[in-house]
C-alpha cells in the first residue's frame, strides 16, 4: 500500500487557495464558485442534461477542495422539485492528495453560500487512506464516491458509466499525469454514448489527447480573465459500455433472511425506491449469527496490503459512514465506536503489528502501534501484551442494527416473520417461494438470499463452498471484571457491558451442537487471561451463560455478494467472471463469517449498485474477489 500524501494548502493574500505539492492554484483568482458554474456546470450543459433523469454520473479527475462538487450537488439540489421521483446523482472523483479535514474547513469557508454543503461533506469526510470511499448525502439523492490514489490506477479498477467529465487537474506542465493519452483513453471507455466533458485548459497536447481518445472538443469563452476553455463530447462510443444500466423488470425483490446481511441489503435496496419483501423462520429480526449482544468492529491489516485487508479496509471504514446516516435519521443502532485494542499474541505478532503501522504509514486516526503502558492507560487496565489501537473501531448491537435497517426502509420494507421457506424453483423469468406444505409463498423477478450456511438447502445454491461455524460467546455480568473503558481482542474478543452483560468470545467449531458448553465457556476464560491476566480470577466456567451461533464461512474468509453462478452451464477454458454464466435473478449477500458487523453494509451497498446499473463502490479487483462465481471459475481452470 503506497500512503497517501495528504496536499498543503495555503491561501494567497487575494484569497485563491494554493497547492504547495504543485505550485498552482486550485481555481482561478476571479472566483472560485464562478468558474465552476461557468467552466464545469455550463460546460456540460447542466443542469439541463440531467432534468428528466432518474440517474447522472459525473466524473472529476482532481477532486482537490471539493469546490466543483459543491456547487454541482448545490444545482442539483435545487432541481429537486423537477427531477424524477428517487433520481440520484453520482459524482465520483478521483484525488492523489486528500487535504485534510482542517484545512478543508478553513478552505470552505471561503464559500458561505455553500455552507451547508460543505458542512455535510467534512462531517463525512474520510481518513485519508487508498481506494474508493462511498458518502451518501440522502437528503439531496447525491452519492460521492472519493477515488483516493493516483488517477490512472483508480479509473483502472473503476466499473462506471459516465455521463459528463469534470477535468480539473493542475497545470499539464506541473501535473502532467492527469492530462495523460493513457487516462483519456481510459475516461472514453467509461462514457456514456451521449458523454460530454468540459475544462478550463486549452493547451494543444490536451487538445490533441481527448481527440485521440475520441472526444470532439471545441472552444468556448472562458471565465473571468482567462480567454479560453474546452467544451467537448464523445464521438466514438466505446463498443462495450462498463455498465448494462437499469433493472428492466419492476423494482421489486425478495430477500430470504433478516439478519445483518439481509435487513442490509433491504434498506439499500429501499433507499433507491425498490419494495422489499423479507422472509425468515424467526419471529423478528437477527435470530440466528446476528443475534449476540455485541460484537466488535476494526479493520484487518496485513503487510502485504492484499485484497482481503484492502476490502476489509474499504467495509470498516464505510460501516460508521452508514450508520451515522441511521442516527441522522433518528435510528441510531446501539454501538460504541470509540476505539478497540489488538493485543498482540506474541513477540513475533507485536513487532509485526509496529512494522506495518510504520511501513504504510497508517495514519493515527486509523491505526497505531501502542505498548504495553500506553495499551493499558488508554484501555483503563493492565493488557497482557504491546498492541495495535484502532481509533474508528468498537463494538456494536447487531439486533438494533438489524431493526435500524428495516425502519429505515419504512412502508418499501416489509418484514415476514415465522415463515419457512422450504424450496426455491424457477417460475418463469423470476423464483417461487415454497413453504413446507408446498404452497406458494411468493414470486419474485430477484431474489436474495442471506440466510447463511442453510442457503446451501436451497438447491439452486447447494454448490456453493460455505460452510456453518459454530461459535459460542460467554456472557460476563457487569462489575465481575477489573474496570475497562473499550472494546479489545486478540484470538478472541471483549467488549464493554451491554445491558448488563460484557461479551466474551468466540469459539470455531465444525459441529451442529446448538447448546452451550462448559469446555467452550472454559475456552473463553482462557482468551480473557491472554489479554487481561488475572480478570477472570473470580469466574467459573460453570457459572456462566452464553448464546451459540452458526456463521457462514467460505474458504477462502470473504463474503459472496453478487449473482449466482449457474451450476449446470457448460463453461469455455477461457471463461473468465464477466462470462459466467449466472441464474437469472439470483443473488447472494452470504459468508460473512466473524465479520458480518464490517462486511453487512458495503456489501449491501455494492450489490443494490449491481441490481440498479449504477458506479461501484469497489474496486474491480475486490468486486471479483467478492464475486460468488469465483469458486466455480477457479474449479473450471484446476480441471474439476
Given amino acids: 500500500m503506497a500512503a497517501l500524501l495528504p496536499a498543503r494548502p495555503v491561501i494567497a493574500a487575494d484569497g485563491t487557495p494554493r497547492s504547495e505539492t504543485h505550485d498552482d492554484v486550485y481555481h482561478s483568482a476571479d472566483g472560485g464558485p464562478g468558474q465552476a458554474r461557468h467552466v464545469f456546470l455550463a460546460g456540460n450543459d447542466l443542469p439541463a442534461r440531467w432534468a428528466g433523469r432518474d440517474r447522472f454520473v459525473i466524473l472529476e479527475n482532481g477532486f482537490g477542495t471539493g469546490l466543483n462538487f459543491l456547487v454541482t450537488w448545490a444545482a442539483w439540489a435545487a432541481t429537486r422539485a423537477s427531477r424524477p421521483a428517487n433520481a440520484r446523482l453520482h459524482y465520483l472523483a478521483t484525488e492523489k492528495h486528500p487535504i485534510r479535514r482542517d484545512d478543508l474547513a478553513a478552505l470552505h469557508a471561503l464559500w458561505p453560500e455553500l455552507a451547508t454543503q460543505s458542512a455535510a461533506l467534512r462531517a463525512d469526510w474520510p481518513v485519508p487512506m487508498p481506494g474508493f470511499h462511498r458518502l451518501e448525502f440522502a437528503a439531496d439523492d447525491v452519492i460521492l464516491t472519493l477515488m483516493l490514489g493516483d488517477a490512472a490506477d483508480c479509473l483502472r479498477q473503476l466499473r462506471a458509466e459516465v455521463d459528463a467529465f469534470h477535468l480539473d487537474g493542475f497545470d499539464p506542465r506541473k501535473n502532467p499525469d492527469m492530462w495523460s493519452p493513457a487516462l483519456f483513453g481510459r475516461c472514453a471507455q467509461l462514457a456514456a454514448p451521449d458523454a460530454t466533458l468540459a475544462t478550463w485548459c486549452v493547451a494543444g497536447p490536451v487538445r490533441a489527447a481527448l481527440s485521440a481518445a475520441g472526444f470532439a472538443v471545441e472552444k468556448a469563452p472562458g471565465y473571468g480573465r482567462k480567454r479560453e476553455m474546452l467544451r467537448g463530447r464523445l464521438a466514438r462510443p466505446h463498443a462495450a459500455p462498463a455498465l448494462s444500466g437499469r433493472p428492466t423488470h419492476a423494482r421489486e425483490a425478495v430477500i430470504l433472511g433478516a439478519g445483518l446481511a439481509g435487513c442490509a441489503g433491504a434498506e439499500r435496496l429501499a433507499a433507491r425506491g425498490w419494495r422489499v419483501r423479507v422472509f425468515d423462520r424467526h419471529a423478528g429480526p437477527a435470530g440466528e449469527a446476528s443475534g449476540n449482544l455485541a460484537g466488535i468492529v476494526r479493520p484487518l491489516l496485513s503487510r502485504d496490503d492484499n485484497r482481503a485487508s484492502r476490502l476489509?479496509?474499504?467495509?470498516?471504514?464505510?460501516?460508521?459512514?452508514?450508520?451515522?446516516?441511521?442516527?441522522?435519521?433518528?435510528?441510531?443502532?446501539?454501538?460504541?465506536?470509540?476505539?478497540?485494542?489488538?493485543?498482540?499474541?506474541?513477540?513475533?505478532?507485536?513487532?509485526?503489528?509496529?512494522?506495518?503501522?510504520?511501513e504504510h504509514g497508517l495514519p493515527d486516526d486509523y491505526a497505531r502501534a501502542l505498548d504495553p503502558d500506553q495499551a493499558g492507560a488508554w484501555l483503563g487496565t493492565t493488557v497482557a501484551r504491546a498492541g495495535c489501537l484502532y481509533p474508528g473501531g468498537g463494538w456494536a448491537n447487531p439486533p438494533s442494527l438489524c431493526q435500524a435497517w428495516l425502519d429505515a426502509g419504512g412502508a418499501r420494507i416489509h418484514l415476514s416473520g415465522n415463515t419457512v421457506v422450504a424450496g426455491i424453483e424457477r417460475a418463469g423469468d423470476g423464483w417461487r417461494l415454497v413453504g413446507a406444505d408446498g404452497a406458494t409463498l411468493a414470486e419474485t423477478a430477484t431474489l436474495i438470499l442471506a440466510t447463511g450456511a442453510s442457503a446451501r438447502l436451497l438447491a439452486p445454491a447447494a454448490e456453493l463452498p460455505?460452510?456453518?461455524?459454530?461459535?459460542?460467546?460467554?456472557?460476563?455480568?457487569a462489575g465481575s471484571l477489573p474496570a475497562f473503558g473499550h472494546a479489545l481482542c486478540r484470538e478472541g474478543y471483549l467488549t464493554p457491558a451491554v445491558d448488563g452483560i460484557h461479551c466474551l468470545g468466540a469459539t470455531y467449531a465444525r459441529d451442529g451442537d446448538p447448546e452451550c458448553r462448559l469446555a467452550d465457556h472454559a475456552e473463553n476464560l482462557e482468551r480473557l487471561e491472554q489479554m487481561l491476566p488475572g480478570a477472570g480470577a473470580d469466574l467459573a466456567a460453570a457459572r456462566l451463560a452464553g448464546r451459540v451461533g452458526f456463521r457462514a464461512a467460505a474458504p477462502d474468509r470473504l463474503p459472496l455478494v453478487g449473482a449466482l453462478p449457474d451450476p449446470a452451464a457448460q463453461l469455455t477454458r477461457a471463461a473468465r467472471l464477466a462470462e459466467l454464466p449466472r441464474l437469472p435473478g439470483l443473488h447472494g449477500l452470504l459468508g460473512y463469517a466473524s465479520r458480518g458487523l464490517v462486511w453487512a453494509a458495503l456489501a449491501a451497498e455494492t450489490l443494490a449498485s449491481q441490481l440498479d446499473g449504477e458506479p461501484m463502490p469497489l474496486e474491480a479487483d475486490l468486486l471479483d474477489s467478492l464475486d460468488p462465481g469465483r469458486f466455480r471459475l477457479r474449479a473450471h481452470r484446476r480441471g474439476r
Fill in 312 to 358: 476489509n479496509r474499504a467495509c470498516f471504514l464505510h460501516a460508521a459512514r452508514a450508520w451515522n446516516q441511521l442516527e441522522r435519521a433518528g435510528l441510531a443502532p446501539l454501538r460504541g465506536l470509540d476505539g478497540v485494542l489488538q493485543i498482540a499474541r506474541d513477540d513475533d505478532h507485536e513487532a509485526l503489528l509496529r512494522a506495518i503501522a510504520a
Fill in 466 to 477: 460455505i460452510a456453518a461455524i459454530r461459535g459460542q460467546v460467554s456472557h460476563l455480568p
